[in-house]
């Protein structure tokens, strides 16, 4: 099992900037990727951002240039800078982690960005 604990959600004002962060705990030592997913109210999830075991990322094109992910394996840790916030990026976001073929994830942390 891995247990991911989101943090750094809230409130900003479109333009703004927010970090979250996600800690992984458990059987982690074959984690092969982490990212970011998010969920707007009457949405499906949606991935944002991944990064796998060796720096490889991929974006939503919809957060390319704005959104950054980031790894610290030593602490177990994904995060996501996300800069020149937009209303649209309002949302639930969770981190996942894909362990072998089975997915893992947070209960999420709230976004909103107010116009």
């Known amino acids: 099992q891995v247990q991911l604990v989101e943090s750094g959600g809230g409130l900003v004002q479109a333009g703004g900037s927010l970090r979250l962060s996600c800690v992984a705990s458990g059987s982690i030592f074959d984690i092969n990727a982490m990212g970011w997913y998010r969920q707007a109210p009457g949405k499906q999830r949606e991935l944002v951002a991944t990064?796998?075991?060796?720096?490889?990322?991929n974006y939503a094109d919809s957060v390319k240039g704005r959104f950054t992910i980031s790894r610290d394996n030593a602490k177990n840790t994904v995060s996501l800078q996300m800069n020149s916030l937009k209303p649209e990026d309002t949302a639930v976001y969770y981190c996942?982690?894909?362990?072998?073929?089975?997915?893992?994830w947070g209960k999420g942390t709230l976004v909103t960005v107010s116009s």
């Open positions: 996942n982690a894909k362990r072998n073929i089975i997915s893992y």
């Open positions: 990064i796998t075991t060796g720096t490889s990322t």
